[in-house]
C-alpha cells in the first residue's frame, strides 16, 4: 500500500495513534476507528483504510505523507496516551515526537490540492501542540457520555462523549485558529477550526456509540470537505 499511493485515492485514511480511546465496562478496549470506518461506509459511502500506527510505527514519515495526500480525507484519531507524559507512549510502536511531527506534517502540506483533515481526542491535542499552542492539566477531567458542549459558531449546545484530564489552553492558541467549541461545565476548549484551510477539531467523541449523537453533523460537514476535494483533484490538469 505504502508504495502504491494511487489505491487509496477515493478512501479515508484514519490515522490510529493508541490501541484503544478508553476502556468498556467489561474492561475492554474500545477502538474508536472501527466506528469512523462505520460512519465513512454509512454517511459517505466511501471505504477506509486504516493506519494502526501504535502497532505498526513510522518507517518512513515521507512516503506516509505521501500515501495520506492522495486519499480523500484524513481523520487522526483518540488514544489513552497522554501528550503531557512521552512515556505513555512507551508501549506503542511510535512515540509522541513523531505523532507531533506527523501532524505538522498534514498542516505544512495544507495546499488546495491536499486531502482535509478532522483531528479527534487525542488527534485534537496533538494539533494543538503541532500549532504551537500549549495544554494544562484540568481541575476535573472529562469522563462520560452526557458532557454540554456549546457550539461557538451556531450558539447550540450538543451533548457529547468525552474521555480526558487534559485541554487545550485557548489563550495559547495562533492568530490563524479560531475556537469553536467550550464546555458549558468549565469553559475549557473543545473544538478548534484553521480560518484558512479544511482543518478543524474537536476534543469530545463525536464518533461514539452508542452515542450521544448531537455532533454528527460533524462527519457531514467532513464528509462535504472531502467531496470538494475530490472534485478538484478530478479537474486537475
Given at each position: 500500500?505504502?508504495?502504491?499511493?494511487?489505491?487509496?485515492?477515493?478512501a479515508?485514511?484514519?490515522?490510529?495513534?493508541?490501541?484503544?480511546?478508553?476502556?468498556n465496562?467489561?474492561?475492554?478496549g474500545?477502538?474508536?476507528s472501527?466506528?469512523?470506518?462505520?460512519i465513512?461506509?454509512?454517511?459517505?459511502?466511501?471505504?477506509s483504510?486504516l493506519?494502526?500506527?501504535?502497532?505498526?510505527?513510522?518507517?518512513?514519515?515521507?512516503?506516509?505523507?505521501?500515501?495520506l495526500?492522495?486519499?480523500?480525507?484524513?481523520?487522526?484519531?483518540?488514544?489513552?496516551?497522554?501528550?503531557?507524559?512521552?512515556?505513555t507512549?512507551?508501549?506503542?510502536?511510535?512515540?509522541?515526537?513523531e505523532?507531533?511531527?506527523?501532524c505538522?506534517?498534514?498542516l505544512?502540506?495544507?495546499?488546495q490540492?491536499?486531502s482535509?483533515?478532522?483531528?479527534?481526542?487525542?488527534?485534537?491535542?496533538?494539533?494543538?501542540?503541532?500549532?504551537?499552542?500549549?495544554?494544562?492539566k484540568?481541575?476535573?477531567g472529562?469522563?462520560?457520555?452526557?458532557?454540554?458542549?456549546l457550539?461557538?459558531?451556531?450558539?447550540?449546545?450538543?451533548?457529547?462523549?468525552?474521555?480526558?484530564?487534559f485541554?487545550?489552553?485557548?489563550r495559547?492558541?495562533?492568530?490563524?485558529?479560531?475556537?469553536?467549541?467550550?464546555?458549558?461545565?468549565d469553559?475549557?476548549?473543545?473544538?478548534?477550526?484553521?480560518?484558512?484551510?479544511?482543518?478543524?477539531?474537536?476534543?469530545?467523541?463525536?464518533?461514539?456509540?452508542?452515542?450521544?449523537?448531537?455532533?454528527?453533523h460533524?462527519f457531514?460537514?467532513?464528509?462535504?470537505?472531502?467531496?470538494?476535494?475530490?472534485?478538484?483533484?478530478?479537474?486537475?490538469?
Amino acid at each position: 500500500l505504502l508504495n502504491n499511493a494511487n489505491m487509496i485515492k477515493n478512501a479515508i485514511s484514519i490515522i490510529e495513534p493508541s490501541d484503544h480511546v478508553g476502556e468498556n465496562n467489561e474492561g475492554e478496549g474500545v477502538r474508536a476507528s472501527s466506528n469512523i470506518a462505520y460512519i465513512c461506509r454509512i454517511i459517505a459511502d466511501c471505504d477506509s483504510v486504516l493506519f494502526p500506527l501504535w502497532d505498526s510505527g513510522i518507517s518512513d514519515m515521507n512516503n506516509l505523507m505521501e500515501v495520506l495526500q492522495n486519499s480523500r480525507a484524513i481523520v487522526v484519531e483518540g488514544g489513552h496516551p497522554s501528550v503531557s507524559d512521552p512515556s505513555t507512549f512507551d508501549n506503542s510502536k511510535v512515540s509522541l515526537k513523531e505523532l507531533l511531527l506527523l501532524c505538522e506534517k498534514i498542516l505544512l502540506s495544507r495546499i488546495q490540492k491536499s486531502s482535509p483533515a478532522i483531528f479527534i481526542c487525542l488527534g485534537h491535542q496533538l494539533l494543538g501542540l503541532a500549532l504551537g499552542a500549549k495544554t494544562q492539566k484540568m481541575n476535573h477531567g472529562h469522563h462520560g457520555a452526557n458532557h454540554p458542549v456549546l457550539n461557538l459558531c451556531t450558539g447550540k449546545v450538543e451533548i457529547t462523549s468525552m474521555n480526558h484530564g487534559f485541554a487545550i489552553d485557548n489563550r495559547s492558541l495562533p492568530e490563524c485558529i479560531l475556537e469553536t467549541h467550550v464546555s458549558l461545565f468549565d469553559r475549557s476548549n473543545c473544538g478548534i477550526k484553521h480560518r484558512y484551510r479544511d482543518i478543524f477539531s474537536v476534543q469530545y467523541h463525536p464518533e461514539a456509540s452508542p452515542g450521544p449523537h448531537d455532533s454528527l453533523h460533524l462527519f457531514s460537514k467532513f464528509f462535504q470537505m472531502a467531496i470538494k476535494h475530490k472534485d478538484y483533484k478530478k479537474n486537475e490538469l
